[in-house]
Every structure is written in C-alpha cells, then in structure tokens.
C-alpha cells in the first residue's frame, strides 16, 4: 500500500539531522528501494512518495558532492518518467540543487525528449512536458 510507504517516508522527513548516524536517510532509501522493487505489493510510486524522498534528500545530504547530486537527480529523473511530476516535487528539486546546476538538468532533460523551444522560456510546470506530470489528476 502506497499510503503505508508514504507514512514511513513523512516519519523520515520530520526527523532530526542527526550527525552521527543518518538513520532517516537511511530508513527512507530501504523503504523507497522496497518500493521500487517490491514483488510482494503492488505499491505505485506517487507524487508525495517523490516529494517526500527529495526533502528526506535535502536535509540529509550535501548538494556538493557530486555523488549525492546524482542521486537527487536521478530521484527526479525517475519521478518524470513515472509521470508523477508535480509543483511539489519540482520546488522539491528546485531546493535541492544550485539554480545553475537545477537549470541545467532541466535543460538536459528536455533535450533528451525532443522539447527545444521550452528550454530557454522554462519557469513553471505548465512549461514542462505533460508527460512528466501524466499521473497527477490534479495537474492541468
């Protein structure tokens, strides 16, 4: 259950940064990992489960390394082509990242499926491809 997993991830980003021991960090990537490989549940991804692993990413890792950006990145990446895109998750990401760095992923990403002409103009949601964003009801 989705709504289950999503709890364990919420406990995670509520938690205290403690120093010594990521135990947060490390719970939420078990967890989102059983998610991801699950054969026992049948557990879909959502927005929330994204918004909630990049604010758990956020606290408890540094953006300057640059093996940790690329698990950011790829969180987001994977977020995208599972189309659980949202305003949510995307200022999740915005947070996450120097707005050079940000921008630029952006960019790349919206090369990578064919979409130029938003490259440069890129500021909301709407500007994104639908297909990030196919799974949110909510999103126009």
């Not at 990578?112 to 909301?124: A, I, K, T």
């Amino acid at each position: 259950n989705t709504h289950f997993f999503d709890l364990v991830l919420r406990a995670c980003s509520n938690a205290v940064i403690d120093d010594h021991q990521n135990t947060p960090l490390i719970i939420a990537l078990e967890t989102f990992g059983q998610m991801k490989g699950s054969k026992t549940w049948a557990v879909e991804m959502s927005h929330t489960t994204y918004s909630y692993m990049l604010e758990i990413c956020k606290k408890h890792i540094s953006s300057n390394d640059p093996k940790q950006s690329m698990l950011l990145i790829k969180l987001f990446e994977q977020c995208c082509e599972d189309g659980h895109l949202n305003a949510s998750v995307l200022e999740q990401f915005r947070q996450c990242l120097s707005k050079r760095l940000f921008e630029r992923r952006i960019k790349i990403m919206m090369e990578n499926v064919g979409n130029y002409e938003s490259v440069q103009n890129f500021r909301l949601l709407k500007d994104l491809p639908s297909e990030w964003s196919r799974k949110n009801k909510s999103t126009p």
